[in-house]
T-cell receptor, first 112, second 116 residues
Framework: NFMLTQPHSVSESPGKTVTISCTRS????????VQWYQQRPGSAPTAVIY?????PSGVPDRFSGSIDSSSNSASLTISGLKTEDEADYYC???????????FGGGTELTVL | EVQLVESGGGLVQPGGSLTLSCAAS????????IHWVRQAPGKGLVWVSR????????SYAASVKGRFTITRDNAKNTVYLQMKNLRVEDTAVYFC?????????WGQGTMAIVSS
């Protein structure tokens, strides 16, 4: 089993760029794809990044994903921040050994 | 419209049972794996269970294994989550989600409250 660790919260000003990290506790971050989901209060999550660096249709190119094997982490970067980006963000990856999915604890993004 | 709609949530006492349903429409239901993910009040997303497309393969999180059972009826385009011996810590919004490489379709969630 592995865990995905995210910062509890981040904040940045409109127009700026923010990066949210997701660190895998064991096993290589590159061994399985990482997805990122945005969840606004009272709503279901929606995907903003899949397969570590791909955007679903309709997601603006202000959202990008990457992985860094040296830190065993994935990152979600949002550029040109808008107030509408304010939400909780979760990373997710598959644990094939245990036939399970793993979510990070979530990061609350404040845009102010 | 492609959608998933959950139902069946409610208030139940500790030790009780509840069965959640996830009804699909707008896509070929029998081709997709379906997962359940829950979110306790004010907390993060936690994966619960999944079932493959023909219903023959299932998997559970350690915290619910032996108490929850996931099944599906492809003729009714519905997945079920039978929850038994419920605990206070099972209180959460339960989402079903379609897996197509990633969780691309989510339901709106149904709330299960376990309390005396």
């Amino acid at each position: 089993n592995f865990m995905l660790t995210q910062p509890h919260s981040v904040s940045e000003s409109p127009g700026k760029t923010v990066t949210i990290s997701c660190t895998r506790s064991s096993g290589s971050i590159a061994s399985t794809y990482v997805q990122w989901y945005q969840q606004r209060p009272g709503s279901a999550p929606t995907a903003v990044i899949y397969e570590s660096d791909r955007r679903p249709s309709g997601v603006p190119d202000r959202f990008s994903g990457s992985i860094d094997s040296s830190s065993n982490s994935a990152s979600l970067t949002i550029s040109g921040l808008k107030t509408e980006d304010e939400a909780d963000y979760y990373c997710q990856s598959s644990d094939f050994n245990n036939h399970a999915e793993v979510f990070g604890g979530g990061t609350e993004l404040t845009v102010l | 419209e492609v959608q998933l709609v959950e139902s069946g949530g409610g208030l139940v006492q500790p030790g009780g049972s509840l069965t959640l349903s996830c009804a699909a429409s707008g896509f070929t239901f029998s081709s997709h794996w379906i997962h359940w993910v829950r979110q306790a009040p004010g907390k993060g997303l936690v994966w619960v269970s999944r079932i493959n497309s023909d219903g023959r393969s299932t998997s559970y999180a350690a915290s619910v294994k032996g108490r929850f059972t996931i099944t599906r009826d492809n003729a009714k385009n519905t997945v079920y989550l039978q929850m038994k011996n419920l605990r206070v810590e099972d209180t959460a919004v339960y989402f079903c989600a379609r897996l197509s490489g990633f969780f691309d379709i989510w339901g709106q969630g149904t709330m299960a409250i376990v309390s005396s």
